[in-house]
């Protein structure tokens, strides 16, 4: 303790344990002193080493170890060395003399340490409080100096004082070139006014809540910034000028700007869509009235069943269209690679669009190099490359106009160009028509149909063979061509070519007992008619438990099941078909509108033989359950 005693005189006495420890000491030692000394002194001067004890105790140990230090020290004294030793030296009233001297010079010294003490502890604080003001300002200031934000003072006038680090990045003026200047040398034109009501506000001592608002920087470059700006005040309270903290907020504001394109998009996109759907609609119920009333005319039969087939057929495309879109965003689209040969992708799409380019009188020219070119793709979703850039160049382009499809091998790749005669696309539309619901001209579009997603899609599937894309034209109404570079697959034998389309399927013998369960009647009651039409044996039911009622009453060698059924789901009723002895063999194929893998994978666990996406083909479905029937009787007849 009295290690760490201070040299200089302490603003604070040592605890009172130690200071009375210490004032003894200091009193033992005063003693010893006048006893070494005595045999010159004698009687004389017993007290005289005393005041130096004292003095030394009011310094460590503050006043109390003090007057310990002068009671111990004179009664020791008077003990040891007055009169005869061992008496007390108190020898009648001329004793008091050297008594009270001794207790006056003692408290004049104790007093002179408290006072002196008190001076010293003013000074420490002193000195503390201005060692703890500098660390404070070099903290504040190094918070500036390195803070991202813009932080910058100002006078009342309006003149910049202070420029930090921050402020150099976010305006581009060093501090140099800032301070001094005018605080309008970053306010643009038509927001000085808001500087001098913020002046205004800020000279009656009044806080300035922190605001949105743009400034300028050196290069001329716009920013946001949120700004908060507070009065500074001298030592007497009074504003003599004005801080500023200015935040960078251009990011949020793109973003926010972005979140509000989106959103328009997506309701136009909406719009769109709604048109879009409601569009097939009228044609087909016109024919529909057209084949009520044909009366066995067979022309308008036709002409009724054709409007209708392509109407549908238009529905069905958009709606796959949007369920591919979606799979997209999601990343759940996956390719069913192969090894394809290019000429065949080409043709099938030619003929998808073939009906659509003979309306509007047309032409499509074909020119694909004299060698095969096999590639590494999935055939459908190639041909829905192809087919979608066909379809686009046959809508944008006025009748009788000519489309071109030409393929080129070009070292790895192959160059498959698209090129129409049509309404062209301009300079600064092509940087977005590959974007999500990019539609270049709506009202013009809408009375062409579609709904800016065709680009989007056959872009992202055309890079997910490895390929790129691109658009050119030469300006609105000069014709426009797609470039698609696809990477080849080196040449093998043809013969392990994969089918593109799916292989004939022989249907099977005519007459087979099929369940058909949908709780939408319509769609029951028409595909059992159809199925009925096509010389088969039909029930229906229209939900869970009536089906599996029926298929145990009827004993269907196929049931074309919906999945979400009331009273029991799809995937519950074939569960339960599954688990009877005469329900294993049945052909039961899930006909729903969910057509993501999980849910097909779903079918499978549940016992599905197949699992098709409404809207349904029927060709197709009859040539399915025809193979699929085949072959059930094939391993049934093996076993
Ligand atoms: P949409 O369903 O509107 O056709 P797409 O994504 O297929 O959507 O096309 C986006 C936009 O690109 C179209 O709205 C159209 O303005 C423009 N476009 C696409 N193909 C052509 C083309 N061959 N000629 C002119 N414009 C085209």
């Given at each position: 303790m009295a290690g760490s005693m201070?040299?200089?005189?302490?603003?604070r006495p040592v605890s009172s344990g130690t200071g009375f420890l210490l004032a003894v000491v200091f009193t033992a030692v005063a003693i010893a002193a006048r006893w070494i000394v005595d045999p010159w002194l004698g009687d004389q001067s017993?007290?005289?080493?005393?005041p130096a004890a004292v003095a030394a105790a009011a310094w460590v140990g503050g006043w109390p170890a003090a007057v310990l230090a002068a009671i111990v020290g004179y009664v020791a004294c008077a003990y040891l060395f007055?009169?005869?030793?061992?008496?007390?030296?108190?020898?009648?009233?001329?004793?008091?003399f050297p008594m009270a001297a001794y207790a006056v010079s003692c408290v004049v010294i104790i007093s002179l340490a408290e006072a002196l003490r008190g001076l010293a502890a003013r000074h420490e604080r002193a000195l503390l409080d201005r060692k703890r003001a500098g660390a404070t300002r070099a903290l504040l200031a190094s918070i500036v100096a390195t803070s991202d934000d813009a932080i910058v003072s100002k006078t009342?006038?309006?003149?910049?004082q202070s420029w930090n680090a921050g402020a150099e990045r976010l305006f581009g003026y060093t501090a140099a070139e800032a301070?001094?200047?005018?605080?309008?040398?970053?306010?643009?034109q038509e927001r000085r006014q808001e500087e001098l009501s913020i002046l205004e506000r800020l000279r009656r001592g009044e806080r300035v809540d922190p605001f949105e608002t743009v400034r300028v920087a050196k290069d001329g470059r716009r920013v946001d910034v949120s700004l908060t700006i507070s009065p500074v005040r001298d030592d007497e309270g009074k504003v003599v000028g004005a801080s500023k903290i200015a935040r960078d907020i251009s990011d949020r504001k793109h973003a926010e700007q972005a979140l509000r394109d989106a959103d328009r998009r997506k309701n136009e996109f909406l719009a769109t869509l709604a048109h879009e759907l409601r569009n097939p609609l009228a044609p087909i119920r016109n024919s529909l009235e057209i084949i009520k009333r044909a009366d066995g005319d067979r022309d308008l039969l036709r002409q009724g069943r054709d409007a209708i087939e392509r109407q549908v057929g238009h529905m069905v495309r958009l709606v796959d269209d949007l369920l591919d879109v979606s799979r997209i965003t999601r990343d759940q689209l996956e390719l069913r690679r192969t090894r394809v040969e290019l000429a065949s992708v080409v043709h099938q799409a030619v003929e998808t669009c073939r009906p659509l380019a003979e309306r509007e009188n047309q032409t499509i020219g074909l020119r694909l190099p004299g060698e095969p070119v096999y590639l590494d793709a999935d055939p459908v979703r190639l041909a829905q490359v192809f087919s979608n850039l066909l379809d686009n160049a046959c809508k944008y382009t006025p009748p009788g106009g000519s489309i071109w499809l030409t393929a080129e091998a070009l070292g790895d790749d192959v160059v498959v160009s698209v090129k129409d005669s049509g309404i062209g696309i301009s300079p600064e539309e092509l940087g977005s028509i590959?974007?999500?619901?990019?539609?270049?001209?709506t009202t013009l579009e809408r009375s062409r149909g579609g709904m800016g997603i065709g680009l989007t899609l056959v872009k992202r599937l055309v890079e997910m063979h490895g390929g790129t894309i691109e658009a050119h034209s030469e300006?609105?109404?000069l014709g426009s061509e797609f470039f698609v570079r696809l990477p080849v697959r080196t040449a093998e034998p043809a013969a392990r070519e994969e089918p593109v389309a799916a292989a004939d399927i022989e249907p099977g013998p005519a007459r087979r007992r099929v369940l058909v369960v949908d709780d939408n009647v319509d769609s029951a009651d028409s595909l059992a008619t159809l199925m009925r039409l096509s010389g088969h044996e039909t029930r229906i039911a229209y939900d869970g438990e009536e089906a599996l009622a029926a298929a145990e009453e009827f004993?269907?060698?196929a049931i074309l099941l919906?999945?979400?059924?009331?009273?029991?789901?799809g995937f519950g009723v074939c569960r339960r078909v599954r688990a009877t002895p005469w329900g294993e063999d049945i052909v039961m194929v899930a006909l729903t509108g969910w057509g993501q893998d999980e849910d097909r994978q779903r079918s499978k666990e549940a016992g599905f033989d197949r699992h098709i996406v409404k809207p349904v083909d029927y060709q197709a479905l009859t040539e399915l359950l025809g193979s699929l029937l085949a072959e059930k009787e094939g391993r049934t007849a093996s076993n």
């Open positions: 201070p040299l200089h005189l302490p603003g017993a007290l005289i080493t005393l007055i009169g005869p030793s061992g008496g007390f030296g108190f020898y009648g009233i001329a004793g008091l009342l006038d309006g003149v910049i301070i001094g200047q005018p605080i309008t040398l970053i306010i643009p590959f974007d999500m619901f990019a539609r270049v001209d300006g609105a109404g004993r269907p060698e919906d999945i979400g059924l009331p009273k029991l789901h």
